[in-house]
Nanobody, 117 residues
Framework: VQLQASGGGLVQAGDSLRLSCAASGRTFTRLALGWFRQAPGKERETVATISGSGGNTYTIDSRFTVYRDNAKDTVYLQMNSLRPEDTAVYFC??????????????WGQGTQVTVSS
């Protein structure tokens, strides 16, 4: 599975940003996907997850929304009311949708999100 994340950038506090992650190499609906982030000096944390069907989602904060467009083989992370503490490198990752409870073996490159105060 190949994952290509995009959409990061430099924004001001309070702005919104939408990250995209395009997947290839496997039937998209058979993939569960996640967004993770890592800030300098901090451990990686889970930002959002979404099941293969899209029916089950999790986000770390209500300011964030995760959704997928199965016609475009793409998962999105909509981030609103961004704060400086949201600054991090954001990664998308994938696993088989049937492998519940396992880790994510497939990772894309990160996209930098920087929120200025």
């Amino acid at each position: 599975v190949q994952l290509q994340a995009s959409g990061g950038g430099l924004v001001q506090a309070g702005d919104s940003l939408r990250l995209s992650c395009a997947a290839s190499g496997r039937t998209f609906t058979r993939l569960a996907l996640g967004w993770f982030r890592q800030a300098p000096g901090k451990e990686r944390e889970t930002v959002a997850t979404i099941s293969g069907s899209g029916g089950n989602t999790y986000t770390i904060d209500s300011r964030f929304t995760v959704y997928r467009d199965n016609a475009k083989d793409t998962v999105y992370l909509q981030m609103n009311s961004l704060r400086p503490e949201d600054t991090a490198v954001y990664f998308c990752a994938a696993r088989s949708a049937t492998d519940v409870g396992t880790g994510y073996p497939f990772w894309g490159q990160g996209t930098q999100v920087t929120v200025s105060s």
